[in-house]
């Protein structure tokens, strides 16, 4: 057998080092990985994002990629269809999961109004215009289904 030369050595010497500090670094990242924990405000809003788009109508409008709107001629149009529940616009499909999103905040707020338990002006200031959020959402979205209802 021919032995390896001096130099044939060294590169591999040089070789496993490098491969070794590749695979340290990347047990060191795996770790970093693995053991990420993110905020639970962040969790809670992408849940919430999640919950409005189902909510909202979002996998029925990517499937079967309904009409954007009814035109009634001189610029205006309708963004739902009347007298019928059971089938939506892409525009109400929209409207209705800004409005969740609206109703969403306003209660991301009264939460973060805890965290001013010392400063009672704030807390209540956060928690007054969470509710006036939450209750503009929901009038809207009634008034909305009226409108489908109703033909208006």
């Known amino acids: 057998m021919a032995r390896k030369s001096s130099r044939e050595n060294a590169l591999t010497e040089k070789n496993n080092r490098k491969f070794s500090a ?7 990242l795996s770790l970093k990985f693995t053991s990420y924990h993110p905020p639970p405000f962040f969790i809670a809003v ?26 009634l001629g001189s610029g ?19 409207a209705v999961m800004v409005l969740y999103a609206l109703g969403a905040t306003g209660l991301l707020l009264i939460y973060r109004s805890t965290k001013y338990v010392r400063d009672p002006h704030q807390a209540s200031m956060l928690i007054g215009v969470g509710a006036v959020l939450i209750l503009i959402a929901y009038v809207a979205i009634e008034v909305h289904l009226y409108w489908i209802l109703h033909g208006y």
Do not use: T
């Open 22 to 28: 590749w695979k340290y670094s990347l047990r060191k």
């Open 46 to 71: 992408i849940v919430m994002a999640v919950a409005i788009f189902l909510l909202g109508g979002g996998i029925y409008d990517i499937l079967i990629g309904p009409a954007a709107a009814i035109p």
């Open 76 to 94: 205006r149009f309708l963004s739902y269809f009347p007298y019928q529940i059971h089938e939506q616009l892409l525009v109400g499909s929209l």
